[in-house]
């Protein structure tokens, strides 16, 4: 059963409230996390927490549990010149790093005017209900070294 500690191999679909699919390992590698170490949302841990090998889970994780809600502070309208040259690059949609003084923070450009661009350094999944389809495909107590490294090791895991 999965407890704090266990090395959890799992495969998983998510879709939004509106069924849209936002990520899956389907066809892919399945997904190797550390439970209980903050490796995947805390939502999440909580629903796998007790469930095991062939486990089918369904789960609905409220933003609070997942991503947070979004922060208006972290939308900013940006005077055109601070792109220089790169203006011409930019565009509704784009995603880039933006060099702030807490170092560099992933944004996407969300409107653009005349003379400003909108920038949004929320989480792209902030404010959103997940719908997790989960199975559980694999569970293993974690090493010693893994429960200090605080993730998975070998296959999935780091290779370091
Ligand atoms: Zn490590």
Same mark, same amino acid.
């Given at each position: @059963?999965?407890?704090?500690?266990?090395?959890?191999?799992?495969?998983?679909?998510?879709?939004?409230?509106?069924?849209?699919?936002?990520?899956?390992?389907? !066809?892919?590698?399945?997904?190797?996390?550390?439970?209980?170490? #903050?490796? &995947?949302?805390? *939502?999440?841990?909580?629903?796998?927490? #007790?469930?095991? =090998? #062939?486990?089918?889970?369904?789960?609905?994780?409220?933003?609070?549990?997942?991503? !947070?809600?979004?922060?208006?502070?972290?939308?900013?309208?940006?005077?055109?010149?601070?792109? !220089?040259?790169? &203006?011409?690059?930019?565009?509704? #949609? @784009?995603?880039?790093?933006?060099?702030?003084?807490?170092?560099?923070?992933?944004?996407? =450009?969300?409107? @653009?005017?005349?003379?400003?661009?909108?920038?949004?350094?929320?989480?792209?999944?902030?404010?959103?209900?997940?719908?997790?389809?989960?199975?559980?495909?694999?569970?293993?107590?974690?090493?010693?070294?893994? &429960?200090?490294?605080?993730?998975?090791? *070998?296959? *999935? !895991?780091?290779?370091?």
């Amino acid at each position: @059963m999965i407890k704090q500690n266990s090395v959890v191999t799992m495969h998983y679909e998510l879709k939004d409230a509106e069924g849209e699919v936002l990520d899956s390992s389907k !066809g892919q590698e399945p997904l190797v996390y550390l439970h209980g170490a #903050g490796n &995947i949302i805390v *939502g999440l841990e909580e629903e796998l927490e #007790g469930k095991a =090998v #062939g486990d089918n889970v369904n789960a609905v994780i409220s933003p609070e549990k997942a991503y !947070g809600l979004p922060v208006e502070a972290l939308v900013q309208t940006v005077p055109k010149e601070a792109f !220089g040259a790169e &203006i011409d690059k930019v565009e509704v #949609g @784009m995603r880039f790093q933006a060099e702030t003084e807490q170092g560099p923070v992933p944004v996407v =450009v969300t409107g @653009m005017d005349e003379a400003t661009v909108t920038v949004d350094g929320n989480h792209p999944l902030a404010g959103k209900e997940l719908h997790f389809d989960v199975s559980i495909a694999e569970i293993r107590d974690a090493s010693q070294e893994e &429960i200090d490294h605080g993730h998975v090791h *070998g296959p *999935g !895991g780091h290779q370091h």
